[in-house]
């Protein structure tokens, strides 16, 4: 009953070796995007469209060469496999990642890592590195924010025309009180009208939904508000779930295309003369 994630044709890291940056990015100043394990095979047109976006902003866009962020090993106790690989991207971006650049990640679980469990699990120096690194670790929303609190982006960079936006924040951004950070970010449209669904977990839980034992209890959880709420939705309202395995749960459970804000942005820049 369950569908599998797709993995793309063609992943992010053969696009990004002919891809050719733009020499108008970077009046803002340069930014480091995470491209983690779930974007970077499954969905790598949403990083894509994250640097366009942000470069259409006026930000030069960097990609270190990270590993995974260790999550999904954490799920499920292999913290000495989430250890390796945590202090290893740890290594590559000491030194590199500060206020005024800062790292971007695109999904919850992957970037709010840096946030949590890399202070806990990361060992020796390595560990104030990454204490050094945690306030400076974004999700796009929260950067986005700052920009527009900074007076660097602004409603001029989008459409006017009206939306109506439904959004179902992940559980990491409600344990870490940001997902009114994806409420200002889908905000910069000036008619864009932003409503958050009053939703516990979407049921998925990472890998827990795509789990046999677990799929009918996967969905009861989806059903108790997410689901009904998604489906009463009109049909030229948008969903939007910055989560990759919410998204999945909401295509699922209720036959609606959920978007990442990312889509949202990028799809609403207002085009240039």
Avoid at 86 to 93: A, G, H
Avoid at 154 to 161: A, G, K, L, Q
Wanted: glycine share 6%; hydrophobic share 40%.
């Amino acid at each position: 009953s369950r569908t599998i994630p797709p993995i793309a044709k063609e992943s992010f890291a053969r696009w990004l070796r002919r891809r050719r940056v733009p020499e108008s990015a970077g009046k803002h100043g340069v930014v480091s995007l995470f491209v983690d394990e779930f974007t970077m095979y499954s969905e790598p047109a949403l990083a894509i469209r994250a640097i366009e976006l942000l470069e259409r902003l006026g930000y030069r866009v960097e990609t270190p060469p990270l590993q995974e962020s260790g999550r999904t090993w954490i799920s499920k106790g292999f913290l000495r496999e989430a250890k390796r690989r945590i202090e290893t991207n740890l290594e590559v971006l000491q030194g590199s990642v500060t206020a005024e650049r800062p790292l971007i990640g695109l999904e919850p679980s992957a970037l709010l890592t840096f946030r949590d469990e890399a202070m806990v699990l990361a060992s020796g120096n390595l560990q104030n590195v990454a204490r050094d690194l945690a306030p400076h670790c974004l999700m796009l929303e929260e950067f986005l924010q700052r920009e527009a609190s900074a007076g660097r982006v602004d409603s001029s960079c989008f459409t006017d025309e009206p939306r109506t936006l439904h959004l179902h924040g992940h559980c990491f951004q409600k344990a870490f009180n940001i997902v009114g950070a994806t409420v200002s970010a889908l905000s910069l449209p000036a008619n864009y009208q932003v409503q958050v669904i009053p939703s516990g977990c979407c049921g998925m839980a990472g890998s827990f939904g795509y789990e046999q034992e677990h799929y009918e209890i996967s969905m009861r959880i989806g059903e108790l508000v997410l689901l009904p709420a998604v489906r009463d939705a009109a049909d030229t309202d948008l969903i939007v779930a910055p989560g990759t395995s919410c998204r999945h749960q909401i295509h699922d459970g209720a036959g609606k295309r959920a978007l990442h804000p990312v889509d949202v942005l990028h799809e609403a820049l207002r085009q240039p003369n």
